[in-house]
C-alpha cells in the first residue's frame, strides 16, 4: 500500500542543512496496523504528513497504491487524500465555525453522496461515539478530549482505507483514550490500515508492529508481547 524510500527531509538554516528526515525507507501492507515512537524533535509528524500528503519531502519517491504521489499534481493528490485517507490531528483542526454535524460531514462533501445519505453516515457517527447531544455545538463549546472525538469521527467519515494519527490521544483521558485505541483495532479487524504516533507504550501494543524513530531515522521492532 505504501512504499517510501530514501526520503530525505530538511530545512536550511543559516545555510546549512537541518536534517529532519534521513534516508527513510518503509513498507507497509494494507491491513497494517502501525505504530511509530520516539521521542520528541524525532520527526514522527514529519513522517506521517509525508505519508498524508500533507508535506513532500526533499528527495526520496513514494508510492501509495502503486502510485508515485511525488510525480503527482496537487488537484489530483489531493483527491487521493480525499478518497483514500483519513488524519487525525494532534490538535483537532476542528473548523470554528461549524458544528460538530457539520465538522463531521466535511469529508463527504466532496463524495458523490445525497444529502440523505451524508445524514445517515454523520447520524451513525455521532451515535457511535456517543455526541449525539453534542451536534449543533461548536468546537469552543467542548471539551479537548471531546473535540478529538470529533476529530477522529471526522475522519472516519469518508470510509478511509488508510487511518493516520497523530498522538490521538494526547488529550483524552485514560477512559476515552482506549476506547479510541478498541475503536482503532475493530476498524483494522475491519480492514482499515492504520499508523498512529503515540507516546505511550500501552497504546503503542495496539498495533501489530512498532517502528522507532530517532533522529530522523527509522528503528523497526516488533512490539514485545
Ligand atoms: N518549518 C520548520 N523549520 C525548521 N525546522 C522544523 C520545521 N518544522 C519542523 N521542524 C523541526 O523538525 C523536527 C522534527 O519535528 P516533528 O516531525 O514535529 O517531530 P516529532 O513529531 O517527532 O516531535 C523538530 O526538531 C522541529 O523543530
Ligand atoms: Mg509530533
Redesign the pocket.
Known amino acids: 500500500m505504501i512504499k517510501l524510500e530514501h526520503i530525505f527531509k530538511w ?1 536550511t ?1 543559516g545555510g546549512s542543512r ?1 536534517f ?1 528526515l534521513k534516508d527513510i525507507h518503509l513498507e507497509i501492507d494494507q491491513g497494517d496496523f502501525v505504530s511509530i515512537m ?12 509525508v505519508i498524508g500528503l500533507l508535506d513532500e519531502p526533499n528527495e526520496g519517491t513514494y508510492h501509495f497504491m502503486g502510485e508515485d504521489v511525488l510525480a503527482m499534481k496537487q488537484k489530483k493528490r489531493t483527491a487521493l487524500f480525499q478518497s483514500h485517507m483519513g488524519y487525525v490531528f494532534q490538535s483537532y483542526h476542528l473548523i470554528d465555525e461549524l458544528t460538530v454535524y457539520e465538522n463531521i460531514e466535511t469529508p463527504l462533501i466532496y463524495k458523490n453522496l445525497s444529502g440523505k445519505e451524508r445524514k445517515a453516515i454523520v447520524g451513525d457517527l455521532l451515535d457511535r461515539f456517543g455526541i449525539v447531544g453534542k451536534k449543533d455545538l461548536f468546537p469552543a463549546q467542548l471539551s479537548g478530549g471531546q473535540q478529538q472525538v470529533v476529530g477522529i469521527a471526522r475522519a472516519l467519515a469518508a470510509s478511509p482505507k488508510l487511518l493516520l494519527a ?1 498522538e490521538p490521544t494526547g488529550n483524552l483521558n485514560s477512559r476515552q483514550g482506549e476506547e479510541i485505541m478498541q475503536l482503532f483495532k475493530q476498524l483494522n479487524e475491519d480492514g482499515v490500515t492504520i499508523i498512529q ?1 503515540t507516546h505511550s507504550e500501552k497504546n503503542a501494543e495496539y498495533g501489530k508492529r512498532i517502528i522507532h ?1 530517532l533522529d ?1 531515522q527509522l528503528k523497526i521492532g516488533k512490539p514485545e508481547a
Open positions: 530545512y538554516v537541518s529532519i520516539g521521542p520528541s524533535g524525532s520527526g514522527k509528524s514529519t513522517l506521517l504528513n497523530d504516533v524513530m530522523g
